[in-house]
């Protein structure tokens, strides 16, 4: 076993040993990291139906990107909303293949889901409609965008962006840079459903 794969079950034994952790990435942070309004305006634009949501990541996934779309299927869940977690390359890096071993989180690639084309639509977790390190689909909705990363002027503002397909229309965008991961927002959608992560989220959040 690798360091990465150290790193990963060390830091899940000891959450399975019940030992607490700070799962914010930013200590600094006073304001609440999602309030109810938001929450609100992102079950809205998730919808509702049995038509399976797509929680769609880079193409080489890193933990944040894993950890933040994690919460997002544990969310999508407490809504009755199946979610496949989906992107369109290769996990690479040990610390990654470990983080997603360990912990049992089922990914799959975009053209591995058969269903793809009758899904509700996807939101996109620590990346972005105009960003390179993605490849969803052309024809996919784009419910939501949850990210901290800045692309400059690129940057989602507005509802209606250009993206790597073309014009894409976004139903929510939440964008914070000053925010220092993409799970440490959805800690905050957690928080503001009343949902504390179980053992295996909290330690995916963690690392």
Not at 9 to 21: T, V
Not at 74 to 86: D, K, M, N, P
Not at 190 to 205: F, K, N, S, V, Y
Request: charged fraction near 20%.
């Amino acid at each position: 076993m690798g360091p990465g794969a150290w790193a990963v079950e060390a830091a899940f034994l000891e959450k399975q040993n019940g030992l607490r952790h700070t799962l914010s990435r930013n200590d600094t942070m006073t304001e609440p990291l999602a309030s109810t309004t938001r929450l609100r305006s992102l079950r809205s634009a998730v919808g509702s139906g049995d038509s399976p949501l797509i929680v769609a990541i880079r193409d080489y996934p890193d933990p944040d990107a894993i950890a933040a779309a994690l919460a997002m299927q544990t969310l999508a869940g407490s809504w009755g909303i199946g979610a496949v977690i989906a992107h369109g390359g290769v996990l690479g890096r040990e610390e990654n293949t470990e983080m997603v071993r360990l912990l049992k989180i089922e990914m799959k690639t975009f053209a591995s889901i058969p269903e793809i084309d009758n899904c509700r639509g996807a939101i996109f977790l620590d990346t972005q409609p105009m960003a390179k390190n993605q490849s969803l689909p052309a024809g996919i909705p784009v419910l939501g965008v949850i990210d901290h990363h800045s692309l400059g002027e690129d940057s989602v503002r507005h509802p209606s962006v250009r993206s790597t397909t073309g014009t894409t229309k976004i139903v929510y965008s939440d964008v914070r840079t000053t925010v220092g991961a993409s799970s440490t927002l959805m800690l905050g959608y957690l928080q503001a459903a009343g949902i504390t992560p179980d053992a295996r989220l909290a330690t995916a959040l963690f690392l």
